[in-house]
C-alpha cells in the first residue's frame, strides 16, 4: 500500500462529484468488487459532456489501472493545468464573501 491507492480513491470520489455515480455498480458487492478489478471504467456517457475536457483527463489518469504508471499525487499537483489552473477554462473568481467558512 502506498500514496498510489490514495490517487484511486481520489479519481473513484471526482469520477462520482462529475457524474452522480460510481464507474462500477453491480447489484451486489461482490459483483462490484468483480466488477473494479476486470471491467475498464466507460469515458463513453453522455455525462462528460458536461465537463471541461481536461475534468476528464485528470480522472482518466487518477483511474489508471496500474500503480506504476498511475501518477503520483504530488505528480498530479505540480503538473496537472486543470489543478493548477492553467487549462485556459473560464475561471471562477472566489472571495471571502463568496465563500462559506467554519468558524
Known amino acids: 500500500y502506498d500514496e498510489k491507492c490514495d490517487v484511486w480513491s481520489v479519481g473513484i470520489v471526482c ?10 455498480l453491480g447489484a451486489t458487492p461482490e459483483e462490484t468488487e468483480r ?3 476486470t471491467m475498464d471504467v466507460s469515458w463513453d456517457g ?6 471541461p475536457p481536461p475534468a476528464l483527463k485528470l480522472v482518466q489518469e487518477l483511474l489508471i489501472r496500474d500503480p506504476l504508471i498511475r501518477p503520483a499525487a ?4 505540480f503538473f496537472n493545468k486543470w489543478l493548477r489552473g492553467e487549462s485556459g ?4 473568481h472566489l472571495t471571502t464573501e463568496s465563500c462559506c467558512t467554519i468558524a
Open 15 to 24: 469520477f462520482m462529484l462529475f457524474l452522480g455515480a460510481p464507474p462500477w
Open 35 to 37: 466488477m473494479v478489478k
Open 46 to 51: 453522455d455525462g462528460w459532456k458536461w465537463h
Open 74 to 77: 504530488k505528480d498530479m499537483v
Open 89 to 92: 477554462q473560464a475561471k471562477a
